[in-house]
């Protein structure tokens, strides 16, 4: 059977690696169980590695996370495999889409992959949520 492909959203694969706890890191652990045992292939915008690079760059900086813990998130992230999708939007497509779809401007690149692929998004955050009931794109 082939694994399913889904738009991975930054805001999952940041609980996998930072101190939280709740619901959204159990949501996002069992994603990343899923993708390891290979029912589950993420497609992600090529901001997604930017924004998660950064995001785990921050943490080391400001004490969040150790340097092993940045190590094992690292050795993580290079044992999984992953569709990159450029997905090219000028400034003036991410305000039409932003406006349209009540998103942010990073949100709109995960929201607009998922809606072109025709696939599931996982994610945590709240406004993407709301956008893809309202717009008909799948949540998983």
Request: glycine content about 10%; hydrophobic content about 50%.
């Amino acid at each position: 059977m082939a694994a399913e492909r889904i738009v991975l959203d930054a805001s999952v694969a940041v609980e996998w690696f930072l101190p939280g706890g709740g619901p959204g890191q159990r949501y996002a652990e069992g994603i990343l169980e899923r993708i390891s045992a290979g029912e589950l292939f993420p497609a992600v915008p090529d901001l997604w590695h930017y924004e998660l690079g950064s995001v785990l760059v921050a943490a080391k900086r400001d004490k969040r996370i150790s340097a092993a813990k940045l190590a094992a998130s690292q050795a993580t992230l290079r044992a999984l495999e992953f569709e990159t999708f450029a997905v090219e939007l000028d400034a003036a497509e991410v305000v039409d889409l932003g406006l349209r779809y009540h998103l942010q401007g990073y949100d709109v690149v995960y929201f607009e992959l998922a809606r072109r692929l025709g696939v599931p998004v996982a994610t945590l955050d709240g406004g993407m949520r709301t956008a893809c009931g309202i717009f008909r794109v799948k949540l998983l």
